[in-house]
């Protein structure tokens, strides 16, 4: 079983900064999990924000590039988004996502968690 504990979200005004957390429960290897961010904003789908692969290799959608920074810390099976000049779009339900198929098993398959989702407003 694998669940995802996130952070509380929070509100912060235009300009201000935010770091999201998330922690993977699981007995598989956490450095073999593909971690990644994505946010909906109301009304709108669910869109990707960020990705951080098993080497530590980052990849940004293009609207938080420069800005937001996602990380991990494998020894505490954790996720990190910090957000940084963060604007009134970047309001949202931010979800965590774990790729972490069992050894053998193929990425992208049917061994992907979402976490419950954390709220961030920001207010101009």
């Known amino acids: 079983q694998v669940q995802l504990m996130e952070s509380m979200g929070g509100l912060v005004q235009d300009g201000g900064s935010l770091r999201l957390s998330c922690a993977l429960s699981?007995?598989?290897?956490?450095?073999?999990?593909?971690m990644r961010w994505f946010r909906q904003a109301p009304g709108q789908q669910r869109e990707w924000v960020a990705t951080?692969?098993?080497?530590?290799?980052?990849m940004y959608a293009d609207s938080v590039k420069g800005r937001f920074t996602i990380s991990r810390d494998n020894a505490k099976n954790t996720v990190y988004l910090q957000m940084d000049s963060l604007k009134s779009e970047d309001t949202a339900v931010y979800f965590c996502?774990?790729?972490?198929?069992?050894?053998?098993?193929?990425?992208?398959?049917?061994?992907?968690?979402w976490g419950q989702g954390t709220q961030v407003t920001v207010s101009s």
């Open positions: 996502n774990a790729d972490i198929p069992p050894m053998g098993r193929p990425y992208g398959g049917e061994y992907v968690y």
């Open positions: 951080i692969n098993t080497s530590g290799v980052t």
């Open positions: 699981t007995r598989r290897t956490f450095s073999r999990a593909v």
